[in-house]
């Protein structure tokens, strides 16, 4: 739709106003290089950019309004118009979202934040919608998707004029619920702001972005954005958030936000929704869950005591939308698996799994699942992302070693790091948790309480397979989904299942050249 400028002043708390009073706006962005005639270009200060920087560009590709923090220059014509206003970032989202309709207001919108178990709840939650005969989009950290579309994601929360635009055309699509992963960054940049939620969902907080925010306590304040902020200023109809009680910010917030309705759901001490009956296995989860509503029988094809923990979160708020008992039940038993979370790989040379387990939290609770289904030697193959959170990278490593029985030390995307350095971080952890560093020489197949270094992560994962048992489990962790390495800015194609997949091959293809009588026998 289109808005003039009297319609625009209001909703940005405008400071001043210069140029071009009958400027039309029909879109809105943040970058230059995506705007189109009639566009509003909302100029932000970034920590590598300046917005203020690239109004000229925005300008010659048609932008009929600037919103920015500064002044026009001395030279500005006023032939459109120029809004200065305290926070450009504060404002966009308000403004876009009138600008694409309101179109948070005409679909069912489900926020999931916490460190921990977000995507996984995405697929659980679309699923359960699919077999409700609802139309679910999904914005999150593996894609942004809906009916005929499918846009890799960048972020986990795009920017505001983004999400804006996004749910103005999966509204265009038919889509009826969307399920949005809410990271603690988009919330303090202010990106869901102008989105109206039905629903929200605290999975957990554990140790991770310390780098962004100042300690623990800046981080929870920064999710507990959503539910003391975002939900209560919704204009939906009862708004509701579902929280985990195993977790301790989770209680925490509990007591917190007692304005608005919500539903608990844990492991133990008799939430809103908990198991009666858990039986876990290689194969998957079989339980039977009590909730305000019913007894439900479930049974899934998720590994792991965390995934039940997710599908807690994902029953919570279906049963609260209303969504039907057969349908729920459905949508859990299809989910296989999801992309990068605890994946198996499909080779022929032994047990081997990747998961985006990147926080401490994660990789305790991924090997912990590993070692249930390991009745040999468990090994782990990890590393640290560069350019982040630098205090969580020993703490990974004694989790690595707490959990497994061989460490393999290795790159993640270093970034702009000497990738050296955050080996030597992660090391430190290792050998605290009194593991011994041996050669990658070593004869043995296994070697309990052992570590190796090998930086590059192809040769890592080709070592780490050479070393299987029949009976032995290898974890590929901390970068999942992620089909890129990072070094030095340049993303160069990587994916550890592709990888794992190649090296196994090309190993059994080696083993098969010396002895071809073994045929294809799984070794």
Not at 72 to 87: H, L, Q, S, T, Y
Not at 273 to 300: C, H, Q, W
Request: proline share 5%; glycine share 8%; hydrophobic share 40%.
């Amino acid at each position: 739709m289109s808005l003039v400028i009297a319609d625009i002043l209001p909703l940005l708390q405008a400071q001043e106003f210069w140029g071009n009073r009958h400027a039309v706006v029909e879109g809105v962005s943040h970058d230059s290089r995506s705007v189109r005639p009639k566009f509003a270009f909302v100029a932000i200060v970034g920590d590598k950019a300046d917005g203020h920087d690239f109004v000229l560009k925005a300008v010659e590709k048609g932008a009929s309004v600037i919103v920015a923090q500064k002044k026009p220059p001395e030279n500005f014509d006023g032939k459109i118009a120029w809004i200065k206003v305290r926070d450009s970032r504060k404002v966009m989202g308000p403004l876009a979202a009138s600008v694409y309709g309101k179109p948070s207001d005409s679909i069912v919108l489900i926020g999931i934040t916490g460190t921990n178990g977000k995507t996984t709840t995405t697929f659980l939650l679309e699923a359960i919608l699919k077999q409700a005969n609802f139309v679910p989009g999904v914005i999150g950290t593996i894609s942004h998707r809906w009916p005929g579309v499918e846009i890799a994601a960048s972020n986990t929360t795009p920017e505001a004029s983004d999400i804006q635009k996004m749910l103005s055309d999966m509204c265009q699509a038919g889509v009826t619920h969307v399920i949005m992963e809410v990271s603690s960054h988009g919330l303090v940049m202010r990106r869901l702001d102008g989105c109206n939620f039905d629903a929200a969902i605290f999975s957990n907080l554990t140790h991770d972005h310390l780098d962004f925010h100042k300690n623990m306590e800046d981080y929870y304040a920064a999710k507990k954005i959503l539910f003391e902020e975002l939900l209560p200023q919704s204009s939906k109809q009862n708004p509701f958030a579902a929280i985990n009680m195993d977790d301790f910010y989770g209680r925490r917030l509990a007591k917190e936000v007692s304005s608005i309705t919500t539903i608990n759901y844990g492991l133990t001490n008799e939430p809103d929704v908990y198991p009666v009956r858990t039986n876990m296995s290689r194969r998957g989860i079989n339980a039977t869950i009590k909730t305000p509503f019913d007894f439900l029988e479930i049974e899934s094809n998720l590994v792991g005591v965390f995934n039940l923990s997710n599908i807690l979160a994902a029953l919570s708020v279906s049963l609260e939308l209303g969504i039907p008992k057969e349908a729920i039940l459905e949508g859990v038993k299809s989910v296989n698996s999801v992309p990068g979370r605890l994946e198996r790989v499909n080779t022929r040379v032994g047990a081997i799994f990747v998961d985006y387990a990147h926080t401490p939290n994660a990789l305790k609770n991924v090997l912990a699942a590993m070692r249930k289904i390991c009745d040999g030697n468990l090994t782990i193959v990890m590393g640290c992302g560069g350019d982040r959170d630098k205090m969580k990278r020993p703490i990974m490593g004694v989790e690595a070693a707490t959990g497994s029985d061989f460490v393999v030390i290795t790159s993640d995307n270093p970034r702009s790091e000497d990738p050296m350095a955050i080996i030597r971080q992660i090391e430190q952890g290792v050998v605290d948790s009194g593991f011994t560093k041996v050669s990658m020489s070593s004869a043995q197949t296994t070697i309990a309480k052992g570590y190796v270094v090998i930086p590059d992560r192809r040769e890592a994962i080709r070592w780490a397979i050479s070393k299987l048992g029949p009976l032995d489990v290898m974890l590929i962790a901390g970068k999942g989904h992620e089909t890129y390495q990072e070094i030095q800015g340049i993303r160069h194609p990587f994916d550890d299942r592709v990888i794992a997949l190649e090296e196994s091959e090309n190993l059994l293809s080696k083993i098969q050249y010396k002895n071809p009588a073994i045929g294809g026998v799984e070794i």
